[in-house]
Structure formats: C-alpha cells, structure tokens
C-alpha cells in the first residue's frame, strides 16, 4: 500500500517521502504511536517507495516520492514475499529472540539481491528480548550497505535506552472515527452504518475496531445508551445508582472489564456529539451513531443548552480517571451523578 493509500498520518508521510526524495531517509526509524493505527502499513508503503520500478515523483508536492503500488516490487512487497524486504514479528510468545535476530543480521550482511533497498521491519519491537536488542546495537551503530531498519511499537519506553538513541523516532497519533470508519468500509467490507457505529468506539485504532464483534457492539451501544436515558429526565438519586450499576457490571461476569467500561463510556461520549448535533439541526447523515437515532432524537430535548457539553466533558474526567486506575465503581457512580 503506497503512502497515497494510507489513511490519515499525512505529515509522517510527507517526512517519510520527502526524505526519500532527497536520499536523507535515517537507516534505523523507530515508528512510535497506538497499537492499530497504521504504523506497520507505513513501514511497508516506505519499502515500496524505496524500491519501486516505476516510482511517483513530485518534488513540489507533500508526497515528494511515492510507489506506484503495482510493478512487480510493490507486489512483492505487499504479499510479503520480496527478498530484500524482511518482516521480523514476535512469535506465538510474544517475543522475539536473539537467534532470530542473528538469522536477520547474517542476510543484511549482503548487498540487495532484488531491490534497491533492503529493509528490515520489526513489529512490535518492545518484545524484542533484551539480548536480542543488543545483539542488533552494532547494526544500529553502522548500518550495513543499502538497509534499512524500521521498528514499530505501542511501548517506546520498553526498548532499551541505547536501542532508542540509535533510532529516527517517528510518532503516530491516533486516527479520528472518520478514518477508522474510511478504513473498514474500504478494506473490510463494512458496510458505511457499521463501520461508524464501530469507529466511535475504536478510540482511534482500526485494530481495535476490528476486534469488536457484532455482538459487542450491540451490547456495548446499549449499555452507552442506557445510562443516557436513564438520565436524561434527572432521575432522582436511586435511580442514578441503579444506571450507575448496570454500566459497571456484565451479563456475563459480574464486574465489567475495565477495558469494556472505558469503551462503554467512549461511546456515550459520541452519543453525546450526537445529541448536540440532533439539537442543532445538523444533517442525519453527520451522526456517529444511526442506529441509535431514534433513541437520541427521544432524549435529545433533555440534553438541550448546555448540558449535553456538560456531560460530554463529565465523561471524558471519567475516562481520563478510569486510565489512572480509579475503581470502575466510583467513576461509574461519579458519573451517573454528573450528568
């Protein structure tokens, strides 16, 4: 997938592209963002542009240099069979071990075979084991002939202090829900609904979206909804508690996850975008959440002037208290009293 085709992280594909052009591209990159955001696709767009048969140069342009995504090379790359382009992922334990760091090391040791670049892609380089992060500190140092190194990672922190100051750092930011929806109607087949519906509750991340299976998202949404409505009439305080209750628990387990919570409470957040929308009239086709429309337009009047911002920002306290490990309990009960 060339850098034209990646959705969102225009400015790290305009430095990426730029740098190419100019033939100043850094031999060891460290890709550094949340997990799912496309980090690993710009890894393998870069290797295309490095070695690409017929590549799209622009000077004038953000995208200085791109690959053309079709010759033989950009193929190749794409179905993970290019020889002078090497992926290396953490095996069924997670980890990734010095011989298979050495096996790697031992094939850099030769110039290009088929391309004009080779480049070695790790993914997930925080389970580099310490030994095997060592072991590739010399090829850091003095990168051999024509390589380049690029790691990608959720865990910057993770690699060793000597590994990071020997790489170009190159973070990556979360998408919005509108990529995240672009990306699953375009290369997983959702239809348009679905994909919104999923995106708002992706936090960002088209691999965390794709984990979501239909029956969570419906369980999720109602969930999100129910505390809205519970408290949309300013219920009276038991019955706050007991909205409060339903968010913090699971039909199947008797605490929720906190995982499912924070996604739970992602998701009143853009039922709360919504709303405002509803109340301003905006176009139907705008909401985050159709399949909830009706249930929103019921509520809406209730989160009329500023409340509906009110809570928006109550729920987002409660997400960043939820992230600085405070007990799902209180945030829940917290919460159900503020908005």
């Not at 480049?119 to 925080?126: C, E, G, N, P």
């Not at 509750?201 to 088209?206: I, K, L, P, Q, T």
């Not at 019921?298 to 911002?309: H, L, Q, S, T, Y």
């Amino acid at each position: 997938m060339p850098f034209h085709a990646i959705v969102g992280h225009r400015r790290q594909t305009a430095l990426l592209a730029r740098a190419i052009e100019r033939g100043a591209l850094p031999p060891t990159l460290l890709f550094a963002g949340p997990m799912g955001v496309g980090k690993w696709r710009v890894a393998l767009a870069t290797a295309q542009a490095l070695n690409c048969l017929e590549p799209r140069r622009s000077p004038d342009r953000p995208l200085a240099v791109d690959a053309c995504g079709t010759c033989r090379a950009c193929e190749r790359i794409a179905r993970g069979i290019h020889v002078d382009v090497i992926a290396v992922e953490p095996d069924e334990k997670a980890s990734i071990k010095i011989d298979v760091v050495r096996d790697v090391l031992s094939r850099t040791s030769y110039r290009p075979f088929e391309g004009r670049r080779r480049v070695v892609i790790v993914r997930d380089a925080d389970t580099l084991e310490p030994q095997a992060q060592n072991a590739l500190l010399k090829s850091l140092e003095e990168p051999p002939p024509a390589t380049v190194f690029i790691m990608t990672t959720a865990v910057p922190g993770a690699l060793l202090p000597t590994v990071r100051s020997r790489s170009m750092t190159l973070r990556f930011g979360r998408l919005t829900a509108d990529e995240v929806s672009a990306v699953l109607v375009r290369d997983h087949e959702q239809t348009e609904p679905e994909a919104r519906a999923v995106a708002a509750m992706a936090d960002g991340s088209v691999g965390q979206a794709l984990s979501f299976g239909s029956t969570d998202v419906a369980v999720l949404r109602e969930t999100a909804l129910l505390l809205l409505t519970q408290t949309a009439g300013r219920a009276d305080v038991q019955g706050r508690l007991q909205a409060a209750g339903a968010v913090a628990s699971s039909p199947s387990k008797k605490d929720r996850p906190r995982e499912e919570l924070a996604v739970v409470l992602r998701l009143a957040a853009s039922m709360l975008r919504d709303i405002e929308a509803i109340n301003a009239g905006a176009d139907p086709r705008v909401l985050a959440n159709p399949v909830a429309a009706a249930e929103l337009r019921a509520i809406a009047c209730d989160f009329g002037g500023d409340r509906a911002r009110e809570a928006f920002v109550a729920v987002d306290r409660a997400l960043v208290a939820l992230g600085r490990n405070a007990g799902p309990k209180v945030v829940t009960e917290w919460l159900s009293m503020q908005i």
